[in-house]
C-alpha cells in the first residue's frame, strides 16, 4: 500500500522507468501455478499486449488458497437484501469457497469446459459472485449482463458470444418491483440458437416456466456436489471475463480480460486507492453487471482479502435514507458510488441523511462520470464530512481497473479532478491532430501510451473492431475517447467524451444503437440522438425525429420509450422526444451532431462553419421546433 507522497512518486518513477521489474515484483504476491518467463510483449498497431507470459495461475485460488489460512472466518460478502426489514447475510471466505466449489462441480455436470462463455444475468445476490468465480475457477469464460437489459440486448449479447449457459434468476426485487427476469431470458433465447442449459436461482419464488432438459433450479445443480473442485490451470492470457459495452458504432462489443494482468492489476489500485485494512467493511454500490462491480465489488476485494458489502436493492427503497442507513448498519467504512446517485439523492434534500452518523466512513469514492462542483461539495462535506477523502476515479470498461484518481493520504483531492495517474499509468494529451501537447493548462483527447495490465485485450470476435476503436484514432496510442485537461500540477480533469457515446447515469449509451432502436418504431422515419446536460443523470438522451406523418399517432413520445426500452432496456429511454422537419446533414450524409447537441441544451448560437451543410435552412427550423 502506497503510505506516502514520497513513496508514490518513487513507485510512479520505477513503473515509468522500469515498467516489467515494477509488475514483476508486484506480482511476486501472487500465487503461481508456474511463473511466468517473460513480464510484458506488447505493440500498439495489432495491438497486442501479454503480460505475465506463460505464467499459469487461477484466479480463484489467489482468492482462496492464497489467503485462506489467515482469513477462512472473515465475511467476504456481506450481503444487505432489497427489503429492509429482511435479514442481512454474512458470508465467511470458508463458506463462498465452498459454495464456489460446490457450483464449479455442478457446471462440469452440465457439461461446461475451459473457454465456454456463460452468461450471468442475476440480480446483486451472493450467488451471483459465486457464478462468477465457479466460472473463473473452471476456466470458463463468464459474460455478466446487467439484468435491467430487454430480452433483445440479451439475445444480441448471447449470439456474439455463442454463450452455451446462462445463469439467470426466477425474478428479481428492485424497490418495490419484481422483475420478471426468468420470463426475460425465455423470450431472449428465442432469438439464439447456442444455449444449452438455463440454471435458475429461486430468489422470489415466482411462478416460471422450465423447459425440460433445458432449464435447472439453482439448488438442484449444486445438492450433493462436493465442496471441493480442483481449480483449472489458466495462462496469464487466458480469457477471464467478457463484458459489452457500448460505442459510438454498431451494437455493443464485447471488452476481453485475461486471467494475469486483470487480477495484477484489480488487487493493486483496490488496495491502494480504498487503503481497506483489517475488519474494515467496504461497500460500492454499483451492478455487477458493469466493470465497477467486477472490479471493485468482486475481484478487487476478494483478492485482497476484504469485507465487500453487496446491496440488492435501490438508493430510494424504502426511501432516500437507505444508503446512509446501511452504512450506519454495517459500520461502512469505504464507500464508492457514482455522480448520478450523489445528485438524485441530494435532490431529496438533507432530511434523509440528517439522522444517520456516517462516522464509520474513512474513504469515500466517485466513479462513472464527471462529478460536477456542486455534487462535489455536497458529497464532500454531507457525507464524507469534510474528512474523508474523496477518490474521483477515471477508468474504463477496458482499462479494467482505476487509471487515474487521488489516492488517501498521498494525493489529495482536488475537486472534479480524478488528479494524478496510478503508478504504471502513462496519460497523455494530444490535439486533434495527433500532436502531442506537452504544457500544463491545457485540454486534449485522453490517450494512454504504455500498456497497463489490465487494458482489453480484444474486442470478442473481432480484433479489427478493437483496432479501429481504440488504436486507429492517433497511431500508437490507446485513445480513452475521452477529453480531459491537465492543470498546472499535473492534475487531470475528465471534461467526458468526445465520440458519440453518452453517459447517461454513468452508463454508457451509444447514440447509433439508441437510433437503431427508435427507427425501428413504425412511425418514425429517420432520427438523431444527442445527449444534452441534465440535472441528475449528467447527461440525458435528446432524441430528433422525422415522423412518417400518415402514421403519426398523439401517443408517439411513450411509443418510442416503450419501443427503445424493448429494444435496449429502460436505461436507454431518451428524455426529450422532438418532431423536426428534417436533419442537419453534411454533403456525404453524416449527421452534423454538434449542432444538434447545441440545440438540445438551447444554445442556439455560434454554430460554427455550417458550409458543409447539404441543407444550411434546416438548423433555423429546428430551433423554431425546439422554442
Ligand atoms: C466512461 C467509461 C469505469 C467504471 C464505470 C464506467 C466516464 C468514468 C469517470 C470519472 C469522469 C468518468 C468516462 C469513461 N467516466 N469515470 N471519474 N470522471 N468521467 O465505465 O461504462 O466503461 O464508461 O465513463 O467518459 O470513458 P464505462
Not at 267 to 274: A, G, L, R, V
Request: glycine share 6%; aromatic share 12%.
Amino acid at each position: 500500500m502506497i503510505k506516502s507522497k514520497k513513496e508514490y512518486l518513487k513507485e510512479y518513477e520505477l513503473s515509468i522507468s522500469n515498467p516489467e521489474k515494477f509488475w514483476s515484483n508486484y506480482a511476486k504476491n501472487f500465487q503461481w501455478i508456474s511463473p511466468f518467463n517473460k513480464v510484458l510483449n506488447w505493440n500498439f498497431d495489432e495491438p497486442k499486449v501479454e503480460w505475465f507470459i506463460n505464467g499459469k495461475l487461477n484466479i480463484t485460488e489467489n482468492i482462496f488458497e492464497r489467503n485462506l489460512s489467515k482469513i477462512r472466518d472473515k465475511t467476504a460478502i456481506l450481503w444487505e437484501p432489497n427489503d429492509s426489514d429482511a435479514e442481512a447475510k454474512k458470508i465467511t471466505y470458508n463458506q463462498l469457497f465452498s459454495q464456489v466449489c460446490q457450483f464449479s462441480n455442478a457446471l462440469k455436470k452440465k457439461n461446461i469446459r475451459k473457454g465456454d462463455r456463460v452468461i450471468i444475468y442475476m440480480p446483486m445476490v451472493p450467488e451471483a459472485v459465486v457464478a462468477m468465480l465457479s466460472c473463473a475457477r473452471i476456466g470458463a469464460i463468464h459474460s455478466v449482463v446487467f439484468a435491467g437489459f430487454s430480452a433483445n440486448s440479451l439475445s444480441d449479447r448471447i449470439n456474439d458470444s455463442r454463450a452455451k449457459v446462462i445463469i439467470t434468476s426466477d425474478g428479481n426485487f428492485r424497490g418495490n418491483k419484481i422483475i420478471p427476469v426468468k420470463k426475460i431470458v425465455d423470450e431472449a433465447i428465442k432469438k439464439t440458437n447456442s444455449i444449452e442449459t438455463v440454471i435458475v436461482l429461486n430468489r422470489t419464488n415466482m411462478d416460471v416456466s422450465m423447459k425440460k432438459d433445458r432449464d435447472y433450479w439453482y439448488h438442484d445443480t449444486v445438492e450433493n456436489e462436493s465442496t471441493e473442485s480442483k481449480a483449472e490451470i489458466m495462462d496469464s492470457e487466458d480469457s477471464l471475463f467478457i463484458l459489452y459495452t457500448s460505442g459510438s458504432t454498431g451494437s455493443p462489443k464485447g471488452v476481453v480480460h485475461t486471467c494475469g494482468g486483470y487480477m495484477i492489476y484489480s488487487q493493486y489500485t483496490f488496495e491502494n486507492i480504498f487503503q481497506n485494512k483489517n475488519d474494515e467493511i467496504y461497500w460500492c454500490t454499483a451492478d455487477i453487471g458493469w466493470i465497477t462491480g467486477h472490479s471493485y465489488i468482486v475481484y478487487g476485494p476478494l483478492l485482497s482479502g476484504a469485507t465487500t458489502l453487496m446491496f440488492e436493492g435501490v438508493p430510494t427503497y424504502p426511501d432516500p435514507s437507505r444508503f446512509w442507513k446501511i452504512v450506519d448498519k454495517h459500520k461502512v467504512n469505504q464507500f464508492y458510488t457514482a455522480p448520478t446517485a450523489i445528485r438524485a439523492l441530494q435532490s431529496f434534500g438533507d432530511n434523509y441523511f440528517k439522522n444517520s452518523s456516517l462516522d464509520t466512513l474513512k474513504v469515500i469514492g466517485s466513479v462513472g462520470e464527471p462529478i460536477n462542483l456542486e455534487a462535489w461539495n455536497w458529497y464532500n462535506s454531507n457525507i464524507g464530512k469534510d474528512k474523508c477523502p474523496l477518490v474521483d476515479t477515471w477508468w474504463q470498461t477496458e482499462t479494467g481497473g482505476i487509471m487515474i484518481s487521488p489516492i488517501p493520504g498521498v494525493i489529495e483531492p482536488k475537486p472534479t479532478y480524478a488528479t494524478l495517474p496510478l503508478p504504471g499509468i502513462q496519460p497523455i494529451l494530444l490535439d486533434n491532430n495527433g500532436n502531442e501537447i506537452k504544457e500544463n493548462e491545457v485540454e486534449g483527447n485522453l490517450c494512454i501510451k504504455y500498456p497497463w495490465p489490465s487494458i482489453l485485450r480484444t474486442t470478442y470476435g473481432d480484433h479489427e473492431r478493437c483496432k479501429k476503436t481504440y488504436f486507429s484514432t492517433f497511431k500508437g496510442y490507446y485513445f480513452t475517447g475521452d477529453g480531459a485537461k491537465r492543470d498546472k500540477e499535473g492534475n487531470y480533469r475528465i471534461l467526458g467524451r468526445v465520440d458519440d457515446v453518452i453517459n447517461v447515469s454513468g452508463h454508457r449509451i451509444g447514440t447509433a444503437e439508441v437510433e437503431n432502436a427508435i427507427n425501428e418504431n413504425p412511425s418514425v422515419i429517420e432520427s438523431a440522438v444527442v445527449g444534452y446536460p441534465h440535472k441528475i443523470k449528467g447527461q440525458g438522451i435528446f432524441a430528433f425525429i422525422i415522423i412518417d406523418k400518415n402514421q403519426y399517432n398523439q401517443n408517439y413520445k411513450d411509443e418510442i420509450r416503450n419501443t427503445v426500452s424493448d429494444y435496449i432496456g429502460p436505461i436507454a429511454k431518451p428524455d426529450e422526444i422532438l418532431i423536426v422537419p428534417g436533419l442537419p446533414k453534411t454533403r456525404s450524409g453524416k449527421i452534423m451532431r454538434r449542432i444538434l447537441r447545441k440545440i438540445a441544451s438551447n444554445d442556439f448560437e455560434n454554430f460554427g462553419d455550417t458550409s458543409t451543410l447539404l441543407n444550411p435552412d434546416i438548423v433555423k427550423e429546428i430551433i423554431e421546433s425546439k422554442k
